[in-house]
Nanobody, 123 residues
């Protein structure tokens, strides 16, 4: 069982930055690929970024490439999402998720989800 708790969301002006954190309560954190997803009002949940077990592979949605960076600390059992140059269209609830696999980008592949953290970008 993996429990995930996100933090770091909030209200920021366009062009600003936020760093999201996701703390995992599991003994074998390094077994899990970790992903970030987001869900905007009235839209389906969508992939944002994923990082492999060791951090050697990182994939991003086209909409966030060059602005967002995913990272992980396997000692602290935490995954991060650094978000720069934020845009109003980045407004969403952001979720972290874990899967016992090398890497995965499909929502259906993920076994464990956090409760989400709200990010609001004002214009």
């Amino acid at each position: 069982q993996v429990q995930l708790v996100e933090s770091g969301g909030g209200l920021v002006q366009a062009g600003g930055s936020l760093r999201l954190s996701c703390a995992a309560s599991v003994r074998t954190f390094s077994r899990y690929a970790m992903g970030w997803f987001r869900q905007a009002p009235g839209k389906e949940r969508a992939f944002v970024a994923v990082i492999s077990r060791t951090g050697s592979i990182r994939n991003y949605a086209d909409s966030v490439k060059g602005r967002f960076t995913i990272s992980r600390d396997n000692v602290k059992n935490t995954v991060y999402l650094q978000m720069n140059s934020l845009k109003p269209e980045d407004t969403a609830v952001y979720y972290c998720a874990a899967v016992d696999a090398m890497i995965a980008t499909m929502i259906s592949e993920y076994h464990y989800w956090g409760q989400g953290t709200q990010v609001t970008v004002s214009s």
